[in-house]
C-alpha cells in the first residue's frame, strides 16, 4: 500500500531484488561470452551461452536461474508502489510470469531434449512476451506526480521495444542489410532482452530512492 509519494519499506527490498537480478545476468552474459570461442553477439543467441557447444553453460543457466528469482520476488515486493487504479496487476502479474520463464529458461537449456528442444522455445517466449505486456501495462500504473515524471514514458518505451523487437524477432527480420543495421538473430534477441534489463536497473534505483513509510504500531499499555 502506498501513501502518495511515499512507498513501504518492502518496496525498498524488491527494487534491490530488480537491480541485482539484472546487473548479476549482464556479468554473467559478459563472462561466458569471453569464454566462448569465435561467439557472435550478432550471430549467436543468448541462449547459447547455456547450450553444449558453451564451456561455461552452467554458469550461465544459473545466473538465467537468478535473474527470474529476482524478478518474481521483485514484482511481489514493489506492488504497493504502483497506483492500484492503473494496469498494476497486470503488469506485474506479467513480470512475475516473465520471471517463472526466465527461471525455465536456465532449467531447460535449448539443448535439452524435452519436446525435443521445443521447451526451451516455449519458456523463452513466455519470459519475452511476458516482460513486453507487463512494462507496458506497469506504465499505466504509475503515478502522475513529479516523482514519476520521467518514469511513466520510460517504462512504456521499454515494453513496446521489447513487443516490438519479438515480432521482428519472430518474423526473421533482423534489420536491413543493406543499411549496414542487421543485428542478426543474436542482435534482435538481445533488442528484446536489453530494455527490460535496463528498466530494472534504472526503475530499481528510482524506487529505491522513494521516500518510506512503515505502519504504525499500536503502543501496548505497561500499566
Known amino acids: 500500500m502506498s501513501q502518495g509519494t511515499y512507498v513501504h519499506r518492502t518496496v ?66 514493489i506492488w504497493g508502489a504502483f497506483d492500484p487504479s492503473g494496469g498494476r496487476a497486470l503488469g506485474l502479474g506479467f513480470l512475475l510470469i516473465a520471471g517463472i520463464g526466465a527461471v525455465g529458461v536456465g532449467v531447460f537449456p535449448e539443448t535439452t531434449p524435452v519436446l525435443s528442444g521445443g521447451m526451451h522455445t516455449i519458456v523463452s517466449f513466455i519470459a519475452f512476451l511476458g516482460a513486453g505486456i507487463g512494462l507496458t501495462s506497469l506504465s499505466f500504473a504509475t503515478a502522475r506526480g513529479p516523482p514519476w515524471r520521467v518514469f511513466r514514458p520510460l517504462t512504456l518505451a521499454c ?27 543474436g542482435g534482435m534477441e538481445r533488442l528484446v532482452v536489453a530494455p527490460v534489463l535496463l528498466w530494472a536497473i534504472v526503475e530499481g534505483v528510482h524506487l529505491a530512492g522513494l521516500p518510506r513509510y512503515a505502519p504504525s504500531v499500536p503502543v501496548r499499555s505497561t500499566a
Open 159 to 185: 515494453g513496446l521495444v521489447t513487443l516490438a523487437a519479438i515480432v521482428l524477432f519472430s518474423l526473421g527480420q533482423f534489420g536491413a542489410s543493406a543499411y549496414y543495421l542487421d543485428l542478426g538473430p
Open 12 to 77: 525498498r527490498l524488491g527494487a534491490a531484488f530488480l537491480i541485482f537480478g539484472a546487473v548479476e545476468f549482464i556479468v554473467g552474459m559478459i563472462v561466458v561470452q569471453s569464454q566462448y570461442p569465435g561467439y557472435s553477439l550478432s550471430q549467436n543467441y543468448i541462449s547459447d551461452l547455456g547450450g553444449a557447444h558453451s564451456p561455461w553453460a552452467l554458469g550461465f543457466d544459473a545466473s538465467v536461474i537468478i535473474l527470474g528469482l529476482c524478478a518474481i520476488v521483485g514484482a511481489l515486493q
